[in-house]
């Protein structure tokens, strides 16, 4: 899969391009370029964006910056889903992030801010994502939500079998995995269900089943 991230400071991403599973994934399985907007603008000084119409805080990405982008890097209006990140997007579930790692191009684009010119979000995107309910101070954070719950999807990111036993996941019926536990046994009195501690598999993996949330 190739990702394309759009954003005003690339450099934000490299602590994340060092994280596993994402830096498992680099370079094979993902393919993963950061593009800065200002690397392309066709305003002069870097200009990216400019002062709402009608008045207002704040300064909204200009559309002409990000279609001059895309047009650098793909030549026109890249086939492959375009998502923009947005609180006003669609909500982020795990769904959604099963349905984005089924891609073999995805295109991320992040504003900041007070936002994007909605003419990007209606014609230059194919889709658009919110990663919660709240303000972010840019989509760089969502951006790389975005980036580390797909990649950790990609083949071979997870050890084998262990990305289909997560919470949300199809297995536990969308539900949360059970509670997890390690030595020691008993702290401040505290102990791990005897259960686990049994080595009986069968029992194990029954608790575990009805621990399912
Ligand atoms: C300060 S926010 C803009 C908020 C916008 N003025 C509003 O009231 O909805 C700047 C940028 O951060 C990103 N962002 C902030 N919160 C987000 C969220 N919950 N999901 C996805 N992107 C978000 C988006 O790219 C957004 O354009």
Redesign the pocket.
């Known amino acids: 899969m190739r990702i394309d991230v759009f954003t005003l400071v690339p450099h934000a991403f490299a602590w994340l391009t060092e994280q596993q599973p994402l830096a498992g994934v680099l370079g094979g399985e993902l393919e993963l370029r950061l593009l800065g907007y200002r690397d392309t603008t066709p305003l002069r000084a870097g200009q990216v964006d400019d002062e709402p119409y009608g008045g207002g805080a704040g300064m909204v990405l200009r559309v002409d910056v990000v279609a001059a982008a895309l047009d650098a890097v793909y030549g026109g209006a890249p086939e492959h889903r375009v998502v923009a ?5 669609r909500p982020l579930t795990q769904a959604v992030v099963e349905e984005l790692a089924e891609e073999d191009a995805l295109t991320f684009l ?7 010119d909605d003419r990007i979000v209606e014609h230059l995107c194919s889709d658009a ?4 309910p ?6 760089d954070l ?1 951006a790389m939500v975005l980036l580390d719950a797909v990649a950790r999807r990609l083949p071979g990111a997870l050890a084998e079998g262990s990305g289909e036993l997560e919470s949300f996941s199809e297995e536990f019926g969308g539900g949360i995995e059970y509670p997890q536990y390690t030595r020691p046994p008993e702290f401040r009195g505290w102990a791990v269900p005897d259960v686990l501690l049994s080595g009986d598999h069968g029992r194990i993996e029954a608790w575990r089943r009805e621990h399912v949330r």
């Open positions: 990140l947005t609180p006003a997007g992040s504003a900041r801010f007070e936002g994007f994502i919110s990663v919660g709240y303000v972010l101070s840019n989509g969502p």
